[in-house]
């Protein structure tokens, strides 16, 4: 059954971009705050991010590319790590800002950056809808990912989702022309109100190929994004998996 008309969904007036989860830091992680954090770690302040300053060590990765040009992907709600830094190594001539509020999610990232020797990431550990209100410029963001959130599965808690159109739009003026959003869910509901919500958004356009209906608006997996172990636990559960790509226009 389709989720409610986007009309009908009584939003609420402050969109947070995460809800706060019970966890323990490991010794690993901890050790990884402490060496890496002074590096890694952005702090947020409200004022415009300064993005070749930020990423000043990365032009190691790939020296034929000035720091200031490199493209730079914003990812929200990264949990532990694991799809954001494959995705930085497959991908090192761009840089990735990353938001997540949850310590031992962040510390697992901070953790396989040194492990993997990754150079291309920043973790902002704060709130991702004020990072994009005051820390990012219109047009300064060649993309932006938004991986398997919160479903929120219960109809009453449908206006908790982080994806609504309030946030979209923010996304959207603060992409690049030609930049793209990514978002993925595997809770067909929630996949169907993120296909009206970004089809309703007039500075996207969907990347779906129009000749291929059995895809019905989704767009086939982009390259870079793994298979996690979640996805492929519940891949063989026969759960399904929905990846929307939008372009800005």
Not at 56 to 62: L, N, R
Not at 148 to 166: G, T, V
Request: glycine letters at 8%.
């Amino acid at each position: 059954m389709r989720p409610q008309s986007l009309a009908d969904v009584a939003y609420p007036k402050t969109i947070k971009s995460f809800v706060r989860r019970a966890g323990r830091t490991t010794s690993g992680q901890s050790k990884a705050f402490g060496e890496l954090g002074p590096r890694f770690l952005l702090p947020y302040q409200p004022i415009a991010l300064d993005f070749a300053k930020a990423f000043a060590h990365t032009a190691d990765v790939a020296p034929a590319n000035d720091n200031s040009s490199r493209p730079t992907v914003l990812e929200i709600g990264f949990g532990m790590g694991e799809a954001t830094a494959h995705i930085a190594a497959l991908l090192p001539g761009t840089n990735f800002l990353c938001c997540e509020v949850h310590e031992p999610g962040v510390g697992a990232l901070l953790k396989r950056i040194g492990e993997q020797n990754l150079c291309n990431i920043r973790i902002c550990a704060h709130d991702a809808v004020e990072v994009i209100d005051h820390m990012l410029p219109l047009q300064s963001l060649a993309g932006a990912h938004i991986f398997f959130p919160d479903p929120w599965h219960k109809k009453k808690h449908n206006k908790r989702r982080l994806i609504q159109a309030p946030l979209i739009a923010k996304l959207a003026a603060r992409l690049k022309v030609g930049g793209y959003l990514h978002c993925a869910t595997d809770w067909q509901p929630y996949a169907e109100q993120i296909l009206e919500v970004l089809s309703a958004e007039p500075l996207l356009k969907n990347t779906a190929p129009e000749k291929h209906p059995a895809l019905l608006g989704y767009a086939p997996k982009p390259h870079y994004r793994p298979l996690t172990k979640f996805e492929n636990r519940g891949l063989k559960l026969g759960h399904g998996v929905w990846d929307l790509v939008f372009e800005r226009v």
